[in-house]
C-alpha cells in the first residue's frame, strides 16, 4: 500500500543533462554502462500542452484551472478523446468535491494505492478507471473531452496527467475499448490503408497527418514542428524537455543510516542542525518491533532535543539517510579519514583523485555510480574538489551465476534462491588452489559466468596429474640449474625458454 510521507529528497534532476552530456567524457568505461545510465535519465524532447478545465456547473471554484500534459507525440493531438490523471494528482479530491462521483473517484483512488506499481504499469491485464465528472478543452480543435483517472499513469513521468489518444496509443486503445469511449484515426500509414473502424489495434508509427485541421497532410516529424511552435504563439504550451530520472528519495524509516540532521520546532518550524553540532549520532538504546515504522521514532532521548535557533523543546527527524548517500562519496574520505576538522581534504582527493580505475558489478550502474557522479558534481560546485567525475576507468566484473535447484533456472548466486555455494566445503574437499584455479578458468572476468560443480572436480584432476608430473620428475627438477645462459641454449630450447618467459609475462 502506498501512503503519502513528508520525506526528503536529493534533487538530482537539476543535474540530469550535466549527468547525461559529461557520459562522454567516460571513454574509459563500458559502453552498456553509460547505455544503461542514458537511459535511467531518460531525456525526452515534446510538447507541453495545457488544457483548460471546463467550470463546474454549479459554480464552486476550483484548485486549478487547467491542466496540463507532456507528450512526444503532439501530432496526434486530433485524436485525444478523453483525458487521464493518475490516481495521485494533486488536488484530485477537490476537483469532484461535491459531485456524483466523488465517491466513486474516491474509493478508486484508494484502490489505486494498494495496487503495486509493477502491475500498474504491466502491459498485460485489464485496464481500470473511474470518470471524475469533469471535462477539459482541446486547445487545438476546442473539443471537450471527458477527464477520467486510471492507475496506468503514474505522476512519475510528466505531469501525471496523459492526453488519451487511443487510435495511436496501445494502453489507450485498450483502456477506449474496455470502457467504449471514441477513437479517432488521424495518423495515416503511407499506405494510407487504415480505417478506424476496421483497426484491431492502435498504430503506434509515425505516418500522416488527417482529419487535424490545418496539420492535415504534414508528415509526423513535421507537425510535431509546426504544431509545437503553434502552442507557443498562442500560449496554451510550447517545446519541454523531460527527464525520466526522478528526485533521489534518501529518507528511509530505519534504524541503520545516518540521522537527517533536521528538527522540527513548533515556533521556527523546519531547522537545520548547525555545522558545529554535528555529527549527529544514532543512540544505542532502542527497541527493534516487527513492523515499517522507524525504532528512532519512539526513542525519546534520541527525538526530544532543543531547537538550535530558539531554544524551546522541538523533535528530530527520525528518518535516516538512504545508504547509498554514503557510498556515493566514500573514496573522497578514504583519504583523510582521521580528519575530524573536516569531511574531505581538498589537496589530497585533487592530488590522488579521481580514481584511475574502479572495479564493480555492473547492477551498480544505476544506483551507486549514478550517485556518485552526481555527488561529486555537487562537491566539485560547491569548490570543495577540483574533478567533476569521480572514475576516470570502470570495470564491471560478471556476475558468477548457477543453476537452482528449486526451478532449474540460472540466477546470480543468492541465498533466496539457494544457488550458493559454501567456498568452506569445496575447500575442505578439494583444496583452495583447486578453487582459486576454477575461478580463474571459469570465464573472462567480465563477463557472467555458470558455476559448475561438474568444473570444479576437473579442475581437481588437473591439478592432480600437474601434481603427479613435478613429483615423478623431482630428482630432475632438483638439479635444474637456478639460473639459465640463453646463449648457452641450442635452437629448441633457446625457443621453449622464450615461450616459457612469455607464459610468464602472460599471466603476472
Not at 296 to 314: D, H, I, M, Q, Y
Not at 386 to 398: C, I, K, S, V, Y
Not at 444 to 454: F, L, N, T, Y
Amino acid at each position: 500500500e502506498m501512503r503519502e510521507l513528508e520525506q526528503w529528497f536529493f534533487r538530482i534532476s537539476a543535474y540530469a543533462q550535466r549527468l547525461l552530456d559529461d557520459l562522454e567524457k567516460l571513454q574509459g568505461w563500458p559502453e552498456r554502462v553509460r547505455t544503461m545510465q542514458a537511459n535511467w535519465i531518460g531525456r525526452s524532447e515534446g510538447t507541453r500542452v495545457e488544457f483548460a478545465l471546463v467550470p463546474r456547473a454549479d459554480g464552486r471554484e476550483d484548485p486549478f484551472s487547467t491542466v496540463p500534459c507532456f507528450t512526444t507525440r503532439v501530432d496526434t493531438i486530433y485524436g485525444c478523446t478523453y483525458m487521464v490523471l493518475a490516481p495521485e494528482y494533486p488536488s484530485l479530491l477537490d476537483l469532484v468535491r461535491g459531485l456524483p462521483q466523488e465517491e466513486a473517484v474516491r474509493a478508486y483512488v484508494d484502490q489505486a494505492r494498494r495496487k503495486p506499481r509493477a502491475v500498474r504499469t504491466a502491459e498485460t491485464g485489464e485496464k481500470s478507471g473511474v470518470f471524475t465528472g469533469r471535462y477539459v478543452v482541446n486547445p487545438y480543435n476546442g473539443e471537450k473531452v471527458p477527464l477520467w483517472v486510471a492507475d496506468y499513469v503514474l505522476m512519475e513521468y510528466g505531469t501525471g496527467a496523459v492526453m488519451a489518444v487511443p487510435a495511436h496509443d496501445t494502453r489507450d486503445w485498450e483502456f477506449a475499448h474496455r470502457f467504449g469511449l471514441d477513437i479517432k484515426l488521424v495518423i495515416q500509414n503511407p499506405e494510407r490503408t487504415l480505417r478506424a473502424d476496421r483497426m484491431d489495434q492502435a498504430y503506434t508509427e509515425y505516418g500522416v497527418l488527417v482529419d487535424s485541421g490545418p496539420f492535415s497532410g504534414l508528415s509526423s516529424a513535421e507537425a510535431i514542428r509546426k504544431m509545437t511552435a503553434f502552442a507557443a504563439e498562442k500560449g496554451f504550451g510550447g517545446p519541454q524537455v523531460h527527464y525520466r530520472l526522478r528526485d533521489w528519495l534518501i529518507s528511509r524509516q530505519r534504524y541503520w543510516g545516518a540521522p537527517i540532521p533536521i528538527v522540527y520546532c513548533d515556533r521556527c518550524g523546519i531547522v537545520p542542525v548547525p555545522e558545529d553540532q554535528l555529527p549527529v549520532r544514532l543512540p544505542d538504546n532502542v527497541e527493534f518491533r516487527p513492523h515499517g515504522e522507524s525504532p528512532l521514532k519512539r526513542c525519546e532521548e534520541f527525538v526530544n532535543t532543543a531547537c538550535p535557533r530558539c531554544g524551546g523543546p522541538s523533535r528530530r527527524e527520525s528518518d535516516t539517510m538512504d545508504t547509498f548517500v554514503d557510498s556515493s562519496w566514500y573514496f573522497l574520505r578514504y583519504l583523510s579519514p582521521h580528519d575530524d576538522k573536516q569531511a574531505i581534504d581538498r589537496d589530497a582527493c585533487n592530488r590522488w583523485l579521481p580514481v584511475d580505475q574502479y572495479i564493480g558489478g555492473v547492477e551498480h550502474a544505476i544506483l551507486h555510480l549514478l550517485y556518485a557522479r552526481f555527488f561529486t558534481k555537487v562537491l566539485y560546485d560547491m569548490g570543495l574538489i577540483g574533478f567533476d567525475e569521480p572514475f576516470a576507468h570502470l570495470f564491471t566484473q560478471g556476475m558468477i551465476c548457477k543453476r537452482s535447484k528449486r526451478d532449474g533456472k540460472l540466477y546470480k548466486m543468492s541465498k533466496s534462491r539457494g544457488n550458493v555455494v559454501s567456498p568452506d566445503r569445496l575447500i575442505e574437499e578439494y583444496g583452495a588452489d583447486t578453487v582459486r584455479l576454477y575461478t580463474l578458468f571459469i570465464g573472462p572476468p567480465e563477463k557472467d559466468a555458470e558455476w559448475s560443480d561438474q568444473g570444479v572436480e576437473g579442475a581437481y584432476r588437473f591439478l592432480r596429474r600437474l601434481w603427479k608430473k613435478v613429483y615423478d620428475h623431482r630428482d630432475l627438477l632438483r638439479k635444474a640449474a637456478a639460473e639459465v645462459d640463453p646463449g648457452a641454449l641450442g635452437p629448441e630450447e633457446a625457443e621453449l625458454y622464450r615461450f616459457t618467459n612469455l607464459a610468464i609475462k602472460s599471466v603476472t
